[in-house]
T-cell receptor
Framework: GAVVSQHPSRVICKSGTSVKIECRSL??????MFWYRQFPKQSLMLMAT?????????EQGVEKDKFLINHASLTLSTLTVTSAHPEDSSFYIC????????????FGSGTRLTVV | DAKTTQPPSMDCAEGRAANLPCNHS???????VYWYRQIHSQGPQYIIH???NNETNEMASLIITEDRKSSTLILPHATLRDTAVYYC?????????????FGKGITLSVRP
């Protein structure tokens, strides 16, 4: 079945630095990828929709200059958390779907970001 | 996308069937019902989806009422590894561009 690989699984960074998270579709091409954030004991919250070759669409309240999304190819989308602060500590998850048809999206395994 | 309502939690005994309910009374004619689950600290996993007919796969069965205002996910023989948060989501079917909006889900605890 479809596989989405997300790296790193865990990252600890210092406040003020930037962190890049990668999301790859391993056996299919993903025109669209989605980025979610999940705080402890809460549900997934959609941050943005990443479209190959075009600008990402951000959900209301998500700072586009802080969460940079790049979807340069049909198999790779990246999320960069810029100038990270402790409040950005969260579980970040990407998902993608193959082109066309009715199916369920495949999710990455998530990235646990801790900003110290 | 239409909103869904799920009880916050339920439990069942290992080996028994787990029936997880979901209400989606405002579902539109072109919206599908999807079920995902999330085991602690992992990404969500697709389980099953349907439009109006009942569906079954190797993981579960999905029963959708005739008026499509509610559905039930059935895990026929629950195991301890089925302990997870289960999300019922409705979205417009077709294509890879429509986003999934997650609610709070239902926490299923399978007891030995």
């Amino acid at each position: 079945g479809a596989v989405v690989s997300q790296h790193p699984s865990r990252v600890i960074c210092k406040s003020g630095t930037s962190v890049k998270i990668e999301c790859r579709s391993l056996d299919f091409q993903a025109t669209t990828m989605f980025w979610y954030r999940q705080f402890p004991k809460q549900s997934l919250m959609l941050m943005a929709t990443s479209n190959e070759g075009s600008k990402a669409t951000y959900e209301q309240g998500v700072e586009k200059d802080k969460f940079l999304i790049n979807h340069a190819s049909l198999t790779l989308s990246t999320l960069t958390v810029t100038s990270a602060h402790p409040e950005d500590s969260s579980f970040y998850i990407c998902s993608a779907g193959d082109r066309g048809g009715n199916y369920g999206y495949t999710f990455g395994s998530g990235t646990r970001l801790t900003v110290v | 996308d239409a909103k869904t309502t799920q009880p916050p939690s339920m439990d069942c005994a290992e080996g028994r069937a787990a029936n997880l309910p979901c209400n989606h009374s405002t579902i539109s004619g072109n919206e599908y019902v999807y079920w995902y689950r999330q085991i602690h600290s992992q990404g969500p996993q697709y389980i099953i989806h349907g439009l109006k007919n009942n569906e079954t796969n190797e993981m579960a069965s999905l029963i959708i009422t005739e008026d499509r205002k509610s559905s039930t996910l059935i895990l026929p023989h629950a195991t301890l590894r089925d302990t997870a948060v289960y999300y019922c989501i409705v979205r417009i079917g077709g294509g890879a561009n429509s986003k999934l909006t997650f609610g709070k889900g239902i926490t299923l605890s399978v007891r030995p």
